[in-house]
């Protein structure tokens, strides 16, 4: 069944009008849905529901509300702060962690970090990151649409750590414990921060500093990753080693 976000949609109202154009041209000009088929839709609030066309016009859709389904029950955030690599790749971590369950993307400004989002060139740059995001829900089936976090240093990251939470904190300074080691005592309910750094990784300083704000440093193992690959490799580890 064909899937649609309206952030705005409150299912306690039927018939329910949709009027976001996007929506609206990828429902009535591309797939040419028509009065009576059933499509579901998702909202901000983690619901679902499915839905039957009964009007469809050139700035609005009008829908019946058929079946509602809860938000999913509640378990700990995934939350990636991850210094955005080069050459566009970023959208690339956005699309691929939204599908593994990543609930919070915080671009990371570190003392190596090569790629900066500028405040005043901010808003485009959401826009886009949430299309990806939205997409990337869409197709995974999920419900809930990560939340993409403006460009925040290291230092901020770490001053508004979840309390009670696990965070992680990979970097290439020879740390004996495997990540993996870590995340099996972690629990399904507990948050999970993962720090992923920059080319050229944290600075020993950025590494003592995580440490006093009760980061635990893990290795990824024996190989060097790029920091797409480590920030899916992570995210992967996290949703199936603790959420699962």
Not at 88 to 93: R, T
Not at 96 to 124: H, S, Y
Request: charged share 20%; net charge positive.
């Amino acid at each position: 069944m064909y899937r649609f976000y309206c952030p705005d949609a409150d299912f306690t109202k039927s018939p329910l009008v949709i009027t976001d154009p996007h929506e609206i041209h990828h429902i009535k000009d591309v797939l040419r849905l028509k009065k009576g088929s059933q499509i579901q839709i998702f909202n901000s609030l983690s619901q679902q529901a499915a839905v039957v066309i009964e009007q469809v016009d050139e700035a609005r859709l009008r829908v019946r509300v058929a079946a509602v389904e809860g938000a999913p029950q509640a378990g700990g955030r995934i939350i990636l702060a991850c210094a955005p690599p080069k050459k566009g790749k970023f959208e690339f971590v956005i699309e691929k962690c939204t599908e593994l369950g990543v609930d919070e993307i915080i671009p990371l400004k570190t003392a190596r970090t090569q790629v900066l989002f500028q405040e005043d060139k901010w808003g485009p740059k959401l826009r886009r990151f949430t299309a990806v995001a939205v997409n990337a829900a869409k197709q995974s089936q999920r419900v809930r649409v990560p939340h993409i976090c403006p460009m925040t240093t290291l230092a901020d990251v770490l001053k508004n750590l979840p309390s009670g939470g696990l965070h992680v904190f990979p970097s290439l300074h020879q740390h004996p414990r495997h990540i993996s080691e870590v995340l099996l005592k972690a629990g399904t309910s507990k948050p999970v921060t993962i720090f992923i750094g920059p080319e050229g990784d944290f600075t020993p300083d950025e590494l003592g500093l995580a440490l006093k704000h009760g980061c635990v440093p893990v290795s990824l193992g024996n190989t060097v990753l790029k920091v797409e690959t480590a920030a899916i490799a992570c995210v992967a580890l996290v949703k199936f080693l603790c959420r699962s």
